[in-house]
């Protein structure tokens, strides 16, 4: 079982940055592909960012691409999300969530482990 806490976010104003971080609790998130995902208030969570096992390949949606960066350290058993450019409309609960496949998936319900959220507002 793997156990997620995310750190890092808070109040910016739009055009700033944040770097959230998920810090995993055990040595199995090294074999866990991990995932954002963001949920803002009255609409479905959905995917932001994706990362292989590894670290080497990374799926982005549309809207984050070129701004978002998703990495990891195996290490410090940490993901993170280096976010850009921020606007208003990224204002939302921030999701890291863990999955036991090979593969990146882009649905929160092939997401086994969740953390609690952490809160990002974007002022404009």
């Known amino acids: 079982q793997v156990q997620l806490v995310e750190s890092g976010g808070g109040l910016v104003q739009a055009g700033g940055s944040l770097k959230l971080s998920c810090a995993a609790s055990?040595?199995?998130?090294?074999?866990?592909?991990m995932g954002w995902f963001r949920q803002a208030p009255g609409k479905e969570r959905e995917f932001v960012a994706a990362?292989?096992?590894?670290?080497?390949?990374?799926v982005y949606t549309d809207s984050a691409k070129g701004r978002f960066t998703i990495s990891r350290d195996n290490a410090k058993n940490t993901v993170y999300l280096q976010m850009n450019s921020l606007k208003s409309e990224d204002t939302a609960v921030y999701y890291c969530?863990?999955?036991?496949?090979?593969?990146?998936?882009?649905?929160?319900?092939?997401?086994?482990?969740w953390g609690q959220g952490t809160q990002v507002t974007v002022s404009s």
């Open positions: 990362i292989s096992r590894g670290g080497i390949t990374t």
């Open positions: 969530a863990a999955r036991s496949g090979l593969r990146l998936r882009r649905l929160a319900n092939e997401y086994e482990y």
């Open positions: 055990t040595r199995a998130f090294t074999s866990s592909t």
